[in-house]
């Protein structure tokens, strides 16, 4: 009795592989090259499975390959890949945790910049203005009777 | 003895750089030409020795002295000539020696170009650079001599990293270098300015164009790093935002923003303390790159030996980051602006939006380039932060950058009229707006191509607005059309320089948006006379040819390119290095202007039977090298000098 149960679950494992292999489908070369440019070759440096050059990353492309013919999703082998090379293997961070400030720096960066030049043109377009009243009213008439006078022979 | 003769030049070098640099200050706080006098032979003996020192490496590289370490390790008896000289550049000494040479070259000319004036400022340029010089010179003879010896002295030496065996080894790594090292001349003026307390104009007026000359020749190493890894690195692309690209581009953008913000500070007298921190950033990014590159803190394609100098770079950055922040602090109350402007739709306003994105698009990159250390550091898990993240998070930055390139330069100063903006962008934006529909109805999915697509017709019609009004102008004086236009260019120079440059930046986005969009490709194991296909292209396996060359074994497919008619045969390697544990990929192409044909040879069997091939169909890629060399005619263009209008 006690024996069979392992050996149930090898039939079923059997079975659940049959099934796999029966749903194995042509995968698309693009749906490999998009699972492989997340991943980073682990043999080169910076550069990702679907255009590294390296056997090593072509062992991946195929393994790639092979996980999605058998019906895995996407996401699923790349977890395959962390699991068995850490965060590391993903060459654009997952947004959760630590990693989300790598994510969010860039908007920071935006929007303390626009902040910043927005002050700066409020203070300088005030400034401006005022410089400008002053300028306007007495000036301009004295300046305009100068010229008229002037021009006149 | 030669090899002696070079580390004795060197420390001589050192003691006249630093002799120079104290000579010329002094001269100057006390007011005794005679200091600033010996502080210029100073400067000229470093020349000369700095000369001597890579004309003897270069010849311990050619007679193959092995008893020098460095030789040792970078060249051994298979390696070809040519690449013996350009083998003196190839590793971390050598390329330090460039540096230094091209620092004092630089100083050279300052000092041909400005000792007459006689201006201020002068002499504390003379010591800046002389300091920096000094610093490269105390790396050369303490933290990375080339001169080091080896013993015992092997027979053969290992032999140069095989992808730097190409003709790209001579211009990439010199007009960068130019490029960085260009950057030390306007730094030296900007400290010079705090310094003296003459934080006006004057600076400005005076680096112009040293400026624009460091910009060309960045620009250009970036342009032929990007064509090398293309033809040379065998993965079919330009630009792997590798942390030492970013290293690179960094100081690129921060002196791109510094071009455009001296503009508003020559019209308008403001942004002085901005500009002066732009130049001192831009220097400072330089060294970082220089550090990144050769500490070997982290991985990279480009990561030179590592050792100590990672320690020295980084007190030097320290050092001249807290010199700066201190003088900036000193001259506070003279730098505060006291900028106005009529309205917010202005030029100046786009000026600043302009630099807001490019500062932004650099610190981004920076971020990202230094977070796997942050990572580790914090959290003690390794995360890599590659080509997906850069690319969603800087393309934004980068479109919108492109717009305001369209708005920068047509809008008016101070205050924009309603008038103004409909002259100026009602055509444009009508043009762009077709183009947008144009290419939807096309059936171009991807939104980003579209909105990269548009924005370029929309920056092009801007260029073409103003330059058809500018020459109409001229034709209601009575000039002929060639003469104008070709007036206009010269007269105008560094506006329409800017112009062609900004052309051609949309060229280049041409080329990047079609390479991101539409490139295919595929892999497949072949027998030979079988083919692959992929976008109307066939490409049959003849067979596989092996040939011993001078260092190394090199394995090449022949495979038949043809669409309806044979196109080409091309023959993409791979090339097994005694020294290198991997073949290195020897790719081949067939360029065009709408697609390359880019085959990448993988794994084959012995009896030559059966090959495995990448094949790559590229879209557009060919545009990006056109845009650069419009770019940098554009670049040079601006760099000629003013021609007054005669009188």
Not at chain 2, 27 to 36: C, E, I, K, S
Not at chain 2, 180 to 205: C, K, Q, S
Request: hydrophobic share 55%.
């Amino acid at each position: 009795m006690r024996a069979r149960a392992p050996l149930l679950g090898l039939a079923l494992a059997l079975v659940l592989a049959a099934g796999a292999a029966a749903q194995a489908r042509r995968v698309a070369e693009q749906q490999v090259q998009d699972v492989a440019a997340q991943l980073r070759c682990v043999v080169c440096q910076n550069l990702s499975v679907a255009d590294s050059p390296s056997e090593m990353a072509s062992q991946m492309r195929a393994i790639v390959r092979e996980r999605l013919e058998a019906g895995e999703a996407p996401a699923q082998v790349v977890q395959y890949f962390v699991e068995r090379y850490g965060e590391w293997i993903l060459l654009s961070p997952r947004r959760h945790g630590f990693n989300l400030l790598v994510w969010a720096m860039p908007a920071v960066a935006v929007a303390v910049g626009f902040t910043l030049v927005g002050l700066v043109l409020v203070r300088w377009t005030r400034r401006g203005a005022a410089a400008g009243r002053v300028a306007a009213t007495p000036v301009d008439t004295a300046m305009r009777d100068r010229i008229r006078r002037e021009l006149e022979p | 003895m030669i090899p002696e003769l070079g580390s004795a030049a060197a420390i001589v070098a050192l003691a006249l750089a630093l002799w120079g640099a104290v000579a010329a200050a002094t001269g100057a706080r006390t007011g005794r030409p005679a200091l600033v006098l010996s502080a210029q032979h100073a400067a000229l003996g470093v020349f000369v020795l700095v000369t001597a020192c890579f004309a003897l490496l270069t010849y311990a590289f050619l007679i193959f002295d092995f008893s020098v370490r460095y030789v040792a390790i970078n060249t051994n008896l298979g390696t070809p000539f040519y690449y013996r000289i350009t083998g003196v550049w190839g590793a971390l000494e050598g390329s330090i020696i460039l540096w230094t040479w091209m620092l004092a070259l630089y100083t050279l000319i300052v000092i041909l170009r400005h000792r007459e004036s006689a201006h201020e400022l002068y002499p504390w340029v003379l010591t800046v650079m002389l300091s920096v010089m000094a610093f490269f010179l105390l790396v050369i003879t303490v933290a990375a001599p080339p001169f080091a010896r080896l013993t015992p002295v092997p027979a053969d030496g290992r032999g140069l990293n095989p992808l730097l065996e190409d003709t790209g080894m001579i211009t990439h790594p010199v007009a960068l270098y130019l490029g960085f090292t260009g950057v030390t001349v306007p730094f030296a003026f900007a400290l010079a300015a705090l310094i003296t307390g003459r934080v006006g104009d004057a600076w400005i007026t005076l680096t112009r164009r040293w400026t624009i000359i460091a910009w060309y020749f960045l620009s250009l190493g970036l342009l032929i790093g990007g064509w090398w890894s293309y033809h040379v690195l065998g993965w079919g692309g330009y630009w792997a935002w590798d942390p030492v690209e970013n290293a690179a581009f960094m100081p690129w953008l921060t002196a791109t923003a510094f071009l455009h913000s001296v503009m508003v500070q020559e019209r308008r007298r403001m942004l002085k303390l901005w500009n002066l921190w732009l130049v001192i950033l831009t220097f400072g990014l330089t060294l970082f790159g220089t550090f990144l590159t050769r500490s070997g803190v982290i991985a990279s394609v480009h990561a030179f030996t590592q050792g100590s100098i990672g320690v020295f770079f980084l007190s030097f950055l320290a050092l001249v980051l807290l010199t700066a922040l201190a003088l900036l602090a000193w001259r506070w109350d003279a730098l505060s602006a006291q900028g106005e402007l009529d309205s917010v739709v202005s030029r100046e306003s786009a000026f600043l939006l302009n630099n807001v994105l490019l500062i932004a698009a650099a610190f981004t990159v920076f971020f990202g380039t230094v977070f796997p250390l942050l990572s580790e550091a914090v959290r003690g898990v390794k995360v890599s932060v590659g080509a997906p993240f850069f690319n969603q998070v800087n393309v934004p930055l980068f479109l919108a950058l492109i717009f305001l390139m369209g708005v920068g330069p047509l809008i008016a100063w101070r205050r924009a009229s309603p008038d103004n903006l409909r002259r100026s962008f009602l055509w444009p934006v009508a043009v762009g707006v077709a183009a947008a529909a144009l290419f939807s109805a096309l059936g171009i999915r991807s939104t980003l191509a579209v909105l990269a697509l548009a924005l370029t017709v929309f920056v092009a019609a801007t260029i073409a607005v103003d330059f058809s009004r500018a020459t109409r102008a001229r034709l209601r004086m009575g000039e002929r059309l060639l003469p104008a236009m070709g007036g206009l260019l010269r007269r105008h120079n560094r506006r329409y320089g800017g112009f062609v440059v900004h052309l051609g930046i949309l060229i280049v986005t041409l080329g990047v948006t079609g390479s991101q969009a539409w490139s295919v490709q595929t892999e497949t194991t072949l027998r030979r006379g079988e083919a692959a296909e992929l976008a109307g292209y066939r490409v049959r396996f003849d067979g596989l040819t092996a040939t011993e060359e001078s260092n190394h074994f090199k394995v090449a497919g022949a495979f038949t390119v043809s669409n309806g008619r044979v196109l080409s045969v091309l023959r993409p390697a791979k090339k097994f290095y005694p020294q290198e544990q991997s073949p290195i990929a020897g790719v081949d192409y067939r360029l065009g202007f709408g697609e390359d044909v880019y085959l990448v040879l993988g794994d084959f069997a012995r009896d030559g039977s059966e090959a495995t091939v990448k094949l790559q169909v590229n879209r557009l890629v060919s545009w990006i090298w056109i845009g650069g060399a419009v770019l940098t005619l554009g670049a040079l263009l601006a760099i000629l000098p003013d021609r007054k209008k005669p009188a």
